[in-house]
Nanobody
Framework: VQLQASGGGLVQAGGSLRLSCAPS????????MGWFRQAPGKERELVAR???????YYADSVKGRFTISRGNTKNTVYLQMNSLVPEDTAIYYC???????????WGQGTQVTVSS
């Protein structure tokens, strides 16, 4: 079972990126999914989460700038990131939340670098 995160890259402040998380080996359409990030020297933090029913949560630092969504089959999860700032620079990970077990499945991470 794997989660493949993609879409990271280098962007100037104020720019946008769209991250994708696609699973292989099983379907995650009935699981809550989250995007996390970890910047150098900092702890990993939850950026956004979407439930199987579509309810969303955002960290205060990204509210109004980031949007988490599911694809038509609900198996792929996206993170649209707008108005990026250098503080958004981090490795971004997607993860699947298994009821009772927390975030049990993780992707390999994709690097996002925002230049000033």
């Amino acid at each position: 079972v794997q989660l493949q995160a993609s879409g990271g890259g280098l962007v100037q402040a104020g720019g946008s990126l769209r991250l994708s998380c696609a699973p292989s080996g099983r379907t995650f359409s009935s699981y809550a999914m989250g995007w996390f990030r970890q910047a150098p020297g900092k702890e990993r933090e939850l950026v956004a989460r979407i439930s199987s029913g579509g309810s969303t949560y955002y960290a205060d630092s990204v509210k109004g700038r980031f949007t988490i969504s599911r694809g038509n089959t609900k198996n792929t999860v996206y993170l649209q990131m707008n108005s990026l700032v250098p503080e958004d620079t981090a490795i971004y990970y997607c993860a699947a939340n298994v009821a009772g077990s927390g975030y049990a499945y993780w992707g390999q991470g994709t690097q996002v670098t925002v230049s000033s």
